[in-house]
């Protein structure tokens, strides 16, 4: 195994590790408006309170990994995605904003304002990441030089808007699970026990019918599991947890329930790292123009560098990151220096 | 007028600004709580903590922008300056990533228990939680400092072309180059780092002290939390009078490098358009004695430098005047201060308070500022190709007189923007950034003010009069739960 596969892992890792933890708290935010109380608000904006800032940080240190292992392709992606991601930034800070300033003053329209925010931001942050992965499944139009030479309309087809749409499925329905187990026991939390089955019906319909486009339009995908049939594990690892979700939460284990949501997007992910593989941006026009993980990469030094730096330093990152999940841990509580 | 690139610089100078407002209050600031929270630990004084949770609950604010602007920044090499992320990914993108790993989880993770972590951790484990947070802004700040200084001074590394499957990439005739790291540590530590980093930390420290003595010295001329006021005012007023003095004697080691290897870009902070003796502001010969200890010495002009590599004057000349004249006024008005404060009348000379109130915008603005200078004197380059040096190491010249550039190694900004995205995409971006960031200083002042205005919350009354020890301890953890520092609107 070369370099260029390792980074290829690494950011695999990187883009599941986003997708699982600030799945939740995206779809906690899809979820805002159902609770309909200022206290129910700001439970479920607490649950997320202290966490969801660095979840985010999973996607920042993708961003700069992608930058600094194949440089081509960040600077594709990025460019290419102009409106799209400049959108991405636009909810990103928004929501942060209204997380972060919502319960500062009293007055109702401060508050519905920001509980607006926060639910539109989210919603829509999901959704471009979702419109993301569908083009990349299908592949956008790109010049000699590996420049995106599309227009933003070409990016809204019906595949990548189905994408957007699967993702806040899903999103919604991991945050409904993790909102389920931090909830304190009461209505709150019985309503949210209901919208944890809304929300998985939702995905499973998308879920369905994504697979069913993904394998007609886009002959591509499958290709790579008639090289490695070993994958089809996945796929069967991928129902099983689909499956897993109802039949947890029916026995009464939210937990169980919230990790296989979670095995859920981490073999999508999975899956649609395997799509594209060898790939990084797939060129819809000519294969040859496409970005590979071996003509868009940094030098062997650097990409060694790297793996050295991300050796070192991701031990250190999980091992903090579960110290302050277990700081936070337990059922959340409205306290003087809460949200 | 306003093309591609034009937008894509303003866009960047837009939200690379609003952005650096918010670093530097924070690293300085975290200084200042990690020795709050440390004297605490030692001291078990009420009015440590108690100044802990006001100045944390500022810093957290002023933190939270900082990390939401902050992610424009890292979008934006990519959106707006794809050439350029082809060709410094290799290097420049190494430091990116770095800063993600080792400083970014580092700040989120214990930013929660910072904030949140009041009464559910010893205090031990948030004083811990206070050091991370502290030292992830520090760590932060290196690591995008070494990529900014490798692009004014680059070193480490090489210009090469691209390899596709083993050959030179050619597109339309022309060979696609990039830079390529040759050795990590010599390109981390190039010529400019230290000398910048010194610098971009100093200066933080100044701002995080003078925000600390304008809230303080607002509460003195208002009669309200006298005590808590004087012992944060007269703390801040050390730090930054080091801090202030510090600056100088960095500035001068900056000087010095920057006129080795960007002599454009020092040429143009003084408007030195002929190649001779160099004033250092009003002081004729000052530069040339600041740089060789002789007031005749010859120092490069505008004039040897060839007219299409010369950065725009009057903005770099007045970002860096304006930024050493702040400099000297820092240094003057925290001597007079400190002299007042050993006397002991300070805080009656209302005045000098109001000066302090006011003094935070001119810290804010040389931040601002000195950035400003660094960053607009290395025009019209990107990446700063070499200086030629003789082996004196003195900057050698062109048969016809001009410096001489290592120009395969420098890119051109006009050259370094993303070749898919157009002018009307750009313009709609400033606009977003623009009303979202007006909005968003709008609300952050408000805040600000919201918890100036309620002051700092004394954490409990018992502590103060209890003598022993013995129940400080046991009182530790269970008089956080009542306390009141950052009260929520019910």
Redesign the interface.
């Known amino acids: 195994m070369d370099l260029n596969v390792g980074w290829f892992i690494l950011l695999g890792l990187l883009l599941a590790g986003y997708a699982v933890l600030d799945g939740f708290d995206l779809g906690a935010g899809i979820l805002h408006l159902i609770a309909r109380t200022d206290r129910d608000r700001r439970l479920f904006m607490n649950a997320i309170?202290?966490?969801w800032?660095?979840n985010?940080?999973w996607?920042?240190?993708f961003?700069?990994?992608l930058?600094?292992?194949?440089?081509?392709a960040?600077?594709?992606?990025?460019?290419?995605f102009?409106?799209p991601?400049?959108a991405l930034?636009?909810a990103?800070?928004?929501r942060?904003?209204s997380i972060?300033?919502r319960?500062?003053?009293?007055s109702a329209f401060w508050r519905g304002a920001w509980d607006m925010g926060f639910f539109g931001s989210s919603l829509l942050a999901s959704f471009l990441f979702g419109v993301a992965v569908g083009n990349s499944m299908i592949g956008i139009p790109l010049n000699?030089?590996g420049?995106?030479?599309g227009t933003l309309v070409g990016l809204l087809s019906p595949y990548a808007l189905m994408a957007g749409l699967t993702v806040v499925a899903m999103f919604a329905m991991h945050g409904a699970m993790y909102l389920f187990l931090k909830l304190p026991k009461g209505d709150m939390q019985d309503r949210i026990g209901n919208w944890v089955w809304h929300t998985w019906g939702l995905f499973l319909v998308l879920y369905v019918l994504g697979s069913m486009y993904t394998l007609v339009a886009i002959p591509r995908a499958t290709a790579n599991f008639e090289r490695h049939p070993w994958a089809a594990a996945i796929v069967i690892l991928n129902v099983l947890a689909v499956a897993n979700i109802p039949r947890s939460v029916f026995r009464n284990k939210p937990f169980q329930a919230f990790v296989s949501s979670g095995v859920t997007i981490m073999a999508l992910v999975f899956l649609f790292g395997l799509a594209l593989w060898p790939n990084l941006v797939t060129a819809s026009n000519d294969p040859a123009h496409s970005l590979t993980i071996y003509?868009a990469a940094?030098?062997p030094?650097?990409l060694w560098?790297?793996f050295i730096?991300?050796a070192t330093?991701?031990p250190?990152?999980l091992s903090?990151?579960i110290?302050?999940y277990w700081?936070?841990r337990g059922r959340v509580e409205l306290?003087?220096?809460?949200y | 007028m306003f093309d591609v690139v034009v937008l894509s610089r303003l866009q960047f100078a837009l939200t690379i600004m609003f952005h650096y407002l918010f670093p530097p209050l924070t690293i300085g600031m975290g200084v200042v709580l990690v020795y709050l929270e440390g004297m605490y630990l030692w001291r078990r004084e009420a009015i440590y903590e108690t100044a802990a949770r006001f100045w944390t609950s500022l810093y957290a604010v002023s933190f939270a922008v900082g990390v939401a602007t902050g992610i424009v920044m890292e979008f934006e090499f990519g959106t707006n300056w794809a050439a350029y992320s082809r060709f410094v990914g290799d290097v420049f993108g190494s430091a990116l990533a770095a800063e993600g790993i080792f400083a970014f989880f580092l700040e989120s993770g214990f930013l929660a228990v910072l904030v949140f972590g009041w009464d559910r951790v010893t205090t031990r484990f948030h004083f811990v939680a206070t050091i991370m947070v502290s030292l992830g802004s520090i760590f932060s700040s290196i690591w995008i400092v070494v990529a900014n200084s490798w692009q004014q001074t680059p070193a480490g590394h090489r210009v090469t072309a691209v390899l596709r499957d083993g050959q030179p990439w050619i597109v339309d005739g022309i060979t696609v180059l990039r830079a390529e790291l040759v050795d990590f540590w010599t390109a981390v530590l190039n010529p400019s780092t230290l000398n910048r980093l010194t610098h971009t930390l100093i200066g933080a420290f100044v701002l995080g002290s003078f925000f600390i003595m304008s809230i303080s010295a607002y509460y003195l001329l208002r009669g309200q939390h006298e005590d808590f006021a004087r012992r944060s005012f007269t703390g801040g007023l050390l730090f930054a009078t080091i801090a202030s003095l510090a600056a100088l004697v960095s500035g001068d080691s900056n000087a010095r490098m920057v006129a080795r290897y960007q002599p454009a870009k020092l040429a143009a902070f003084e408007r030195h358009f002929n190649t001779g003796p160099a004033n250092f502001f009003f002081i004729p010969g000052g530069l040339s004695l600041m740089l060789e200890g002789d007031r005749r010495a010859e120092v490069v002009g505008l004039d040897r430098i060839r007219p299409e590599y010369r950065p725009p004057v009057l903005p770099s000349y007045w970002s860096f005047r304006l930024m050493v004249g702040l400099g000297v006024f820092f240094i003057a008005i925290t001597l007079y201060a400190s002299w007042l404060r050993w006397r002991g009348t300070l805080f009656e000379k209302r005045w000098v308070l109001w000066v302090f109130v006011l003094a935070v915008a001119g810290a804010f603005a040389a931040n601002e500022l000195g950035w400003a200078a660094a960053e607009v004197g290395r025009q019209p380059w990107i990446v700063h190709p070499g200086v030629g040096h003789n082996e004196a190491g003195r900057i050698v010249f062109d048969t016809d007189g001009f410096v001489q550039y290592r120009l395969e190694e420098g890119l051109l900004t006009r050259n370094a923007v993303s070749e898919s995205v157009d002018r009307s995409e750009v313009l709609g971006s400033i606009l977003m950034f623009g009303l979202m960031y007006a909005l968003l200083f709008w609300i952050w002042i408000y805040v600000l003010n919201d918890k100036i205005q309620k002051g700092p919350q004394p954490v409990h009354a018992r502590e103060r009069t209890t003598t022993q020890s013995f129940f400080d301890t046991a009182a530790g953890r269970t008089l956080h739960e009542e306390s009141l520092s950052e009260a929520k609107e019910p």
């Open positions: 309170g202290p966490i800032d660095g985010e940080v996607l920042i240190t961003g700069g990994a930058f600094a292992a194949f440089p081509m960040y600077a594709t992606i990025f460019s290419g102009y409106v991601f400049m930034l636009f990103l800070i928004f942060a904003v972060e300033f319960s500062k003053m009293a000699e030089r420049a995106f030479t003509n940094s030098s030094k650097t560098i790297m730096i991300a330093g991701m250190f990152v903090y990151t110290a302050v700081t936070f306290r003087e220096h809460s």
